[in-house]
C-alpha cells in the first residue's frame, strides 16, 4: 500500500513540474520568442525607411491604371511587414509591426492585416488581429480601450491618426461581418476610412472575440514630427 501512495503521489509531482514547465515556456519562452520577432520585423521597417524604400516589400499592381481609374496602392506581400501602430493607452512604450496576412506564423511576429480589408489609410474598413495572450500578449489589456482613445500607424511616409469610436464589443469568431466595409454593429451608418481591431476573449481562451472600431482621424507626413497624440 505504502509503494502505491509513494508512486501516486511521485507521479502528481511529476505531472505537476510538467505543466509548471508548460506554463514557463506559454508565459516566459514564447514571449520573449514573440517580443524578438517583433523587434526585428520593426527593425526591418525602419531600415527599408531609411533607405526610402517605403514599398520594397509590396508587390505591384497587376494593370496599368487609366486616366479615369488612378493607380490603386500596391498591395501588401503576405507575411511582410508594413507599418508600426502605436496605442498610448496601452503604454507610450507599446509599439507593434502590423504584417499582412492572419496566418499563425504571422501573428507570432506580430500583428496581423486582414487581407480581403482595406489598405491602411484607404476607403473601406482597415482591419487588424493580434493575440490576446501568448505570443509578446500585444492585445492582453485590449479591455481597457475606450471611446476616443487614439491608434497612430505610420507606413514610413505618413502618419495615421485614428479615433476609437466604441468599447470593446465581444461577439463569436463566426461573425465575419464586423470587418465588413461598414461594419453594422460600429454604429457607422456610411462609407469611410475605418480600423477594426479583434482579439481572443477571455483572456486565456478563444470562443469569442473582441472588437473595436476606430475612424480615420488626421494624417501627416512623417517630416512633419510625431502627431500630438504620441507626444509626452
Known sequence: MRVVVRTISELCITVG??????????????????DGAMDDQV???????????????????????????????????DGKPFAVMYIPRLGFTWNKPVLE???????????GHYASTAQLGQEGNFA??????TYGDPFKDFPR????DAVVLTDGTTWFSYRIDTKPYKTLPTDTAVIDPVPE???????????????????WGSSHRLIVW????????????KPEALRR
Open 185 to 203: 454593429k460600429s454604429g457607422y451608418t456610411r462609407e469611410g476610412r475605418y480600423l477594426t481591431l479583434t482579439t481572443c476573449e477571455p483572456e
Open 17 to 34: 513540474t510538467l505543466i509548471v514547465l508548460f506554463v514557463v515556456y506559454v508565459l516566459f519562452w514564447t514571449g520573449l520568442k514573440a
Open 43 to 77: 527593425a526591418l521597417l525602419e531600415e527599408q525607411w531609411s533607405k526610402g524604400s517605403v514599398a520594397a516589400e509590396s508587390e505591384a499592381p497587376t494593370s496599368e491604371p487609366t486616366a479615369d481609374d488612378p493607380e490603386p496602392p500596391a498591395p501588401y506581400k
Open 145 to 148: 480601450l475606450r471611446p476616443g
Open 128 to 133: 487588424v488581429a493580434g493575440h490576446r495572450r
Open 101 to 111: 496576412g492572419t496566418k499563425t506564423n504571422t501573428l507570432k511576429k506580430g500583428l
Open 214 to 225: 476606430a475612424h480615420l482621424d488626421a494624417t501627416q507626413p512623417v517630416e512633419a514630427g
